[in-house]
Nanobody, 125 residues
Framework: QLQLVESGGGLVQPGGSLRLSCAASGFTLNDYAIGWFRQAPGKEREGVSCISKLGNSTKYADSVKGRFTVSRDNAKNTVYLQINSLKPEDTAIYYC??????????????????WGQGTQVTVSS
C-alpha cells in the first residue's frame, strides 16, 4: 500500500520554527513531485510549497516565501518542510502529497495522487 506519513508538527510560539517530514512507504519518491498543503478550519486548502522530482525546482506561496524551505532526500525517501518565523495564521493541518510525473516541475494546485494524513501545526503564545 502506498503511504505518505507526515510528522514534526506541534505547538510553537510566534517566531518559532519546526521541521516537518513526509516519509514515503510502498513506493520511492524519486519519480514524484511533492507538494505541501495546509488547511485551517473553515478555510480552503492552500498550496504552500512544492519540489520537483529531482529537487532542482521549488515553488512557494507568497504567504510563506522567505520563511519556509522545502527539500528532499530521495535516499531516505523523505521530503522536508522547514517552517520558520511562524505566525498565528500559519496554524493549520499540513499535508504532503505525491504525484508521479515525467515533468521537471511541480505545482501548488492539488492535482496530486497520494496524500498523507496530515500533521497539526499550532502557532500560539
Amino acid at each position: 500500500q502506498l503511504q505518505l506519513v507526515e510528522s514534526g508538527g506541534g505547538l510553537v510560539q510566534p517566531g518559532g520554527s519546526l521541521r516537518l517530514s513526509c516519509a514515503a512507504s510502498g513506493f520511492t519518491l524519486n519519480d514524484y513531485a511533492i507538494g505541501w498543503f495546509r488547511q485551517a478550519p473553515g478555510k480552503e486548502r492552500e498550496g504552500v510549497s512544492c519540489i520537483s522530482k529531482l529537487g532542482n525546482s521549488t515553488k512557494y506561496a507568497d504567504s510563506v516565501k522567505g520563511r519556509f524551505t522545502v527539500s528532499r532526500d530521495n535516499a531516505k525517501n523523505t521530503v522536508y518542510l522547514q517552517i520558520n518565523s511562524l505566525k498565528p495564521e500559519d496554524t493549520a493541518i499540513y499535508y504532503c502529497a505525491a504525484r508521479r510525473t515525467l515533468l521537471r516541475l511541480c505545482s501548488l494546485s492539488p492535482n496530486y495522487d497520494n496524500w498523507g494524513q496530515g500533521t497539526q501545526v499550532t502557532v500560539s503564545s
